[in-house]
């Protein structure tokens, strides 16, 4: 199975054709666009493995937009004690859902294709990943 690893909005992820993923919000795209993500930092799949230092020229991975939206609401509240002082804030993340079309090597060729007809739709979120021991 090939992978990529691709760097966008300040992170790093490891990505798979046909694989859906949730990324920081990626402007001025709106849904079921075409994009492409050409910071390509590795690639490879279970014989070989390309790595760039920092990112491998001409590869590039392809994927559309799933959707726009926001997180869910974290509250901040920050509290002076004896001082009668406090203050309640919120904030909501942005993200993009992107689902993984096409990944090319350096020269060009498709490494690997996504199906189109996915049944086993993947949600990737980092935060929410725990390691089976």
Do not use: C, W
């Amino acid at each position: 199975m090939s992978f990529a690893i691709i760097k966008t909005g300040g992170k790093q992820y490891k990505v798979r054709a046909g694989e859906i993923l949730k990324i920081e919000r990626l402007d001025k795209n709106p849904t079921n666009s075409k994009i492409e993500f050409n910071d390509i930092l590795a690639y490879g799949d279970d014989k070989t493995a390309e790595i760039g230092s920092p990112s491998v020229d001409g590869a590039k991975v392809e994927a559309n937009i799933v959707k726009n939206g926001k997180n869910r609401t974290v509250l901040i509240f920050k509290k002076r004690r004896r001082k009668n002082s406090r203050r309640k804030n919120g904030h909501r993340q942005e993200f993009s859902l992107i689902k993984i079309n096409k990944i090319y090597s350096k020269d060009g060729k498709i490494l690997s294709e996504a199906k189109e007809n996915n049944a086993d739709k993947k949600i990737k979120d980092p935060k929410k990943e725990t390691k089976a021991k």
